[in-house]
């Protein structure tokens, strides 16, 4: 399985983006598709994921603003992110996982997310 994200950029608080990943390769056994996302001197850490019948899982900081959706057929995962603030700046990252808390066996290039004040 490939990943590869696109989507991010410099933005404003409060304003709002929307980022893709595209999987190739064997997509149809990916069970979870997530989000999840870096800042400089910081751990990982969940954005959300998703399976592959919608069920949803958000990590606490974003819960609200943020939605993740997923298009089987194409095997693409979207994170929209609204009201977006200084502190979800980070490189953000696409996963693919067999269930929502293991481990993530292919990882995408991440694409940096930067919001000002």
């Known amino acids: 399985v490939q990943l590869q994200a696109s989507g991010g950029g410099l933005v404003q608080a409060g304003a709002s983006l929307r980022l893709s990943c595209a999987a190739s390769?064997?997509?149809?056994?990916?069970?979870?598709m997530g989000w999840y996302r870096q800042a400089p001197g910081k751990q990982r850490d969940l954005v959300a994921n998703i399976t592959r019948d919608g069920a949803t899982n958000y990590g606490d900081s974003v819960k609200d603003r943020f939605t993740i959706s997923r298009d089987n057929a194409s095997g693409t995962v979207y994170l929209q992110m609204n009201s977006l603030k200084p502190e979800d700046t980070a490189v953000y990252f696409c996963a693919a996982q067999g269930a929502f808390f293991n481990a993530a066996y292919a990882w995408g290039l991440g694409t940096q997310v930067t919001v000002s004040s």
């Open positions: 390769g064997s997509v149809y056994r990916i069970k979870v």
